[in-house]
């Protein structure tokens, strides 16, 4: 049973480009939330996905977008980078109405802007 | 707002000591409770978690955490400390009415010395 996967590993980009990011939730999880950890500090939420809808924001820009496809999978986008969106980007993924609330992560990207 | 925080940024310790790690939190209610583990260049792999019950709960790896309502505290522990288990480890957050949102600490690095 495959786990929560997350492509690219890595990936540079220069200041005011845009960005793409993948996720492909664990088996069976249809509810898929962004996370940004920037070097040193704990996962930060930025949006969760449920039903192709954004269903719950945190404290991030506009130039922060999301997606999720009929299959579950998901797509973080961010536009006109800046150098402090340098991060790790994890992906987590839970059946929706789980009472556990637990969140199984991805591996994460590893986002570097130059 | 609610807020988490792991007052120890380092910690060393001996292989075959015991280990303790603090989390606090300030929320209006009791939260969900989780204690994260996450090795270099990797997501993060759950290592326990706290809804309600038993205030002692025991999780993967010989780790377990006591729940302290007075206290609004969760701190991991674990007997023996073995080298396997140097990491940053995050302490998270979350609430129902909040749905997938967890809020993390800044975490914890933990070097283990031979």
């Known amino acids: 049973d495959a786990g929560v996967t997350q492509s690219p590993t890595h990936l540079i980009k220069t200041r005011g480009q845009q960005v793409t990011l993948r996720c492909s939730p664990k088996?069976?999880?249809?509810?898929v939330s962004w996370y940004q950890q920037a070097l040193g500090q704990g996962p930060q939420f930025i949006f969760q996905y449920y039903e192709e809808e954004e269903r719950q924001r945190g404290n991030f820009p506009d130039r922060f977008s999301g997606h999720q496809f009929p299959n579950y999978s998901s797509e973080l986008n961010v536009n006109a980078l800046l150098l402090g969106d340098s991060a790790l980007y994890l992906c987590?993924?839970?059946?929706?109405?789980?009472?556990?609330?637990?969140?199984?992560f991805g591996p994460g990207t590893r986002l570097t802007v130059t | 707002a609610q807020s988490v925080t792991q007052p120890d940024i380092h910690i060393t310790v001996s292989e075959g000591a015991s280990l303790e790690l603090r989390c606090n939190y300030s929320y209006g209610a009791t939260p969900y409770l989780f204690w994260y583990v996450q090795s270099p260049g990797q997501g993060l792999q759950l290592l326990l978690k706290y809804f309600s019950g038993d205030t002692l709960v025991q999780g993967i790896k010989g780790f377990e955490a006591e729940f302290k309502r007075s206290q609004s505290s969760f701190n991991l522990r674990k007997p023996s400390v073995h080298w396997s288990d140097a990491a940053e480890y995050f302490c998270a957050v979350g609430r129902m009415e909040y749905g997938n949102k967890l809020v993390f600490g800044a975490g914890t690095i933990l070097r283990v010395k031979s």
């Open positions: 987590a993924s839970r059946p929706f109405g789980d009472s556990s609330y637990e969140q199984y």
């Open positions: 088996s069976g999880h249809d509810t």
